[in-house]
């Protein structure tokens, strides 16, 4: 699927950038992605990462790469590593250098310095959870501060020795003085600086005092002179006190805010603090595990920069809320594999074949394209006496409609011969351990003579084939709203939907040569199985490790 046939989807900020750009408002655009440092992307910060990136490039302006980090205590250079990353493995590249609103953080204390001399910030002592009593509620206002009134003075020394280190975590902090009983909760005396004795990660120990996200957020999109800063609807009530902090300062530029609704997938959860839980609580591998909702766990898992940056284009940017249902994005990848995807041959669980009629001493090779209808080459696969076919691939008393191996029936080997099963070896439990069959021998790329075989199946030869690893990974939760129970209540724990069959590991697989040539990044149809690819972790040369990217069709869309 070419992302210039995919079908796109409204995008309401579109519009409103033309007539930007129209009316001579901007000259061109500036747009920004901020993400925090505090965890890996997941997939709905891909939508935001294509919608800013995407707009500036469309109209031909830049899109800046800014990472917001207020908060030392849950921000890592690893993260910050992970996150460009997965911008650049998404196909974007940002304008200029990496910024950080830490890069900003003097100018930030000089404007609080500002407020704090118009009148319009102070140092307040009430603690964490007396602030949070004065607040108020949703129904109820606020009560003032009975540190509202310090001096202008007085302020600016507290403020001072904040910043020196004088005072204890938590003991103080610098709120922003507009109206306690505004029914905008955001707009009560809203905090701009708290103690905090901790390391950063940009600047080290240079501050003890740092800046709130609501403070810095806007004041950052100044500085960089962003003209649409585009969030999600969730900062929607902020709004107003993002304007109020560009109106009182004497900022360089009047950044607008836009907001629209974030990407709600069913069957994952895209919350940081949940995705960090399942990571230390060991529910999953890693950040990158290929269950995982994040950009990383998708690449691990095979998912290719244009199927997600098509699967973003195909959900559109609107203002109303709503779920996603992840089989559209696994529609994505399907499309995107079809057309792109190598064919190979792996045998899940290998059952041995002996062609009885075929010379013991006998190997041909044959040559089978690598797409059935790209030009993508071919690749050599010996036939010989003996074969590996899956186990599933014979059935002494079928199901209706079965169409493979069957006690004196014949299927098609995949681009091979025509063989017909005439006797199962047992072990002495009874098990099926060995096929032997027959072929013939003038049934190579034509059909046998007077006499219809319906089945094809794969193979793959028992002495060149590899041995492997078969990962087969499906949906990590069990139900679409993963915080709800079965009957649609709140469930105590989203961890108690998590699917018990999110991942099978098959060892002892048996792959086609052509395998040991496959390298991180390459996809592969394995016929008849789904699609496939080399796991970046812990696959080796000598111990390969293939992983379930998606099925071969939508079982869940029809269960």
Same mark, same amino acid.
């Given at each position: 699927?070419?992302?210039?046939?995919?079908?796109?989807?409204?995008?309401?900020?579109?519009?409103?950038?033309?007539?930007?750009?129209?009316?001579?408002?901007?000259?061109?655009?500036?747009?920004?992605?901020?993400?925090?440092?505090?965890?890996?992307?997941?997939?709905?910060?891909?939508?935001?990462?294509?919608?800013?990136?995407?707009?500036?490039?469309?109209?031909?302006?830049?899109?800046?790469?800014?990472?917001?980090?207020?908060?030392?205590?849950?921000?890592?250079?690893?993260? %910050?590593?992970? +996150?460009? /990353?997965?911008?650049?493995? @998404?196909? &974007?590249?940002?304008?200029? *250098?990496?910024?950080?609103?830490?890069?900003?953080?003097?100018?930030?204390?000089?404007?609080?310095?500002?407020?704090?001399?118009?009148?319009?910030?102070?140092?307040?002592?009430?603690?964490?959870?007396?602030?949070?009593?004065?607040?108020?509620?949703?129904?109820?206002?606020?009560?003032?501060?009975?540190?509202?009134?310090?001096?202008?003075?007085?302020?600016?020394?507290?403020?001072?020795?904040?910043?020196?280190?004088?005072?204890?975590?938590?003991?103080?902090?610098?709120?922003?003085?507009?109206?306690?009983?505004?029914?905008?909760?955001?707009?009560?005396?809203?905090?701009?600086?708290?103690?905090?004795?901790?390391?950063?990660?940009?600047?080290?120990?240079?501050?003890?005092?740092?800046?709130?996200?609501?403070?810095?957020?806007?004041?950052?999109?100044? %500085?960089?002179? +962003?003209? /649409?800063?585009?969030?999600? @609807?969730? &900062?929607?009530?902020?709004? *107003?006190?993002?304007?109020?902090?560009?109106?009182?300062?004497?900022?360089?530029?009047?950044?607008?805010?836009?907001?629209?609704?974030?990407?709600?997938?069913?069957?994952?959860?895209?919350?940081?603090?949940?995705?960090?839980?399942?990571?230390?609580?060991?529910?999953?591998?890693?950040?990158?595990?290929?269950?995982?909702?994040?950009?990383?766990?998708?690449?691990?898992?095979?998912?290719?920069?244009?199927?997600?940056?098509?699967?973003?284009?195909?959900?559109?940017?609107?203002?109303?809320?709503?779920?996603?249902?992840?089989?559209?994005?696994?529609?994505?990848?399907?499309?995107?594999?079809?057309?792109?995807?190598?064919?190979?041959?792996?045998?899940?669980?290998?059952?041995?074949?002996?062609?009885?009629?075929?010379?013991?001493?006998?190997?041909?090779?044959?040559?089978?394209?690598? /797409?059935?209808?790209?030009?993508?080459? &071919?690749?050599?696969?010996?036939?010989?006496?003996?074969?590996?076919?899956?186990?599933?691939?014979?059935?002494?008393?079928?199901?209706?409609?079965?169409?493979?191996?069957?006690?004196?029936?014949?299927?098609?080997?995949?681009?091979?011969?025509?063989?017909?099963?005439?006797?199962?070896?047992?072990?002495?439990?009874?098990?099926?351990?060995?096929?032997?069959?027959?072929?013939?021998?003038?049934?190579?790329?034509?059909?046998?003579?007077?006499?219809?075989?319906?089945?094809?199946?794969?193979?793959?030869?028992?002495?060149?084939?590899?041995?492997?690893?078969?990962?087969?990974?499906?949906?990590?939760?069990?139900?679409?709203?993963?915080?709800?129970?079965?009957?649609?209540?709140?469930?105590?724990?989203?961890?108690?939907?998590?699917?018990?069959?999110?991942?099978?590991?098959?060892?002892?697989?048996?792959?086609?040569?052509?395998?040991?040539?496959?390298?991180?990044?390459?996809?592969?149809?394995?016929?008849?199985?789904?699609?496939?690819?080399?796991?970046?972790?812990?696959?080796?040369?000598?111990?390969?490790?293939?992983?379930?990217?998606?099925?071969?069709?939508?079982?869940?869309?029809?269960?």
């Amino acid at each position: 699927m070419s992302e210039s046939n995919v079908n796109v989807a409204a995008n309401f900020l579109r519009p409103i950038v033309e007539a930007d750009l129209q009316s001579g408002k901007h000259s061109s655009i500036v747009t920004r992605f901020p993400p925090e440092p505090n965890g890996y992307l997941h997939i709905g910060h891909a939508k935001s990462i294509c919608l800013n990136f995407g707009l500036a490039k469309e109209y031909n302006g830049v899109c800046h790469l800014r990472f917001d980090d207020t908060n030392p205590a849950k921000e890592e250079q690893e993260y %910050i590593d992970a +996150i460009k /990353h997965d911008v650049n493995w @998404l196909g &974007f590249q940002w304008d200029g *250098p990496v910024r950080y609103a830490s890069d900003y953080f003097e100018q930030l204390y000089e404007w609080a310095v500002y407020l704090i001399e118009q009148g319009k910030a102070y140092v307040c002592d009430l603690s964490p959870e007396q602030a949070r009593e004065y607040r108020g509620s949703l129904t109820e206002p606020g009560q003032n501060s009975p540190f509202r009134e310090r001096s202008v003075s007085e302020n600016l020394d507290l403020f001072t020795r904040m910043r020196a280190g004088e005072f204890p975590d938590g003991t103080r902090a610098l709120r922003a003085k507009i109206d306690m009983a505004s029914p905008n909760m955001n707009l009560r005396d809203p905090i701009l600086y708290r103690i905090r004795h901790a390391h950063h990660h940009q600047t080290g120990d240079k501050w003890c005092i740092y800046p709130s996200y609501d403070f810095t957020h806007g004041q950052s999109d100044a %500085i960089e002179k +962003i003209t /649409h800063s585009i969030c999600t @609807l969730e &900062f929607e009530d902020h709004r *107003p006190l993002y304007e109020w902090f560009l109106e009182q300062l004497p900022v360089p530029a009047q950044p607008r805010q836009y907001e629209f609704a974030r990407l709600n997938l069913n069957y994952t959860v895209t919350s940081k603090r949940k995705l960090k839980q399942l990571v230390d609580e060991n529910h999953v591998s890693g950040w990158d595990d290929p269950r995982m909702s994040t950009i990383s766990g998708f690449r691990r898992r095979g998912f290719t920069p244009a199927s997600i940056r098509n699967f973003c284009d195909m959900i559109g940017v609107n203002r109303a809320g709503g779920i996603v249902d992840l089989s559209m994005l696994e529609f994505c990848i399907r499309e995107d594999l079809d057309q792109n995807a190598s064919r190979a041959m792996c045998v899940l669980k290998p059952l041995k074949v002996v062609i009885t009629n075929y010379p013991e001493e006998q190997e041909q090779t044959l040559q089978l394209p690598r /797409h059935p209808k790209r030009d993508m080459g &071919f690749r050599s696969l010996p036939f010989s006496r003996e074969i590996y076919i899956d186990a599933s691939d014979y059935e002494e008393n079928p199901p209706k409609g079965y169409r493979r191996l069957m006690p004196g029936t014949e299927v098609r080997l995949r681009g091979s011969y025509v063989i017909r099963a005439d006797e199962a070896i047992r072990d002495e439990q009874g098990n099926i351990i060995e096929l032997h069959c027959s072929y013939d021998p003038d049934t190579l790329g034509k059909n046998p003579e007077g006499r219809k075989v319906k089945g094809v199946i794969h193979w793959v030869p028992v002495a060149q084939s590899v041995e492997c690893e078969v990962r087969l990974y499906d949906r990590l939760f069990k139900t679409a709203n993963p915080d709800k129970d079965e009957d649609g209540e709140n469930s105590e724990s989203f961890l108690d939907n998590i699917n018990p069959e999110s991942l099978v590991v098959l060892k002892g697989c048996r792959a086609e040569p052509s395998l040991l040539q496959a390298r991180v990044g390459d996809s592969f149809q394995f016929e008849r199985e789904g699609y496939f690819c080399l796991d970046s972790v812990d696959s080796k040369p000598d111990a390969l490790v293939f992983n379930r990217t998606v099925t071969l069709r939508d079982s869940w869309g029809k269960a």
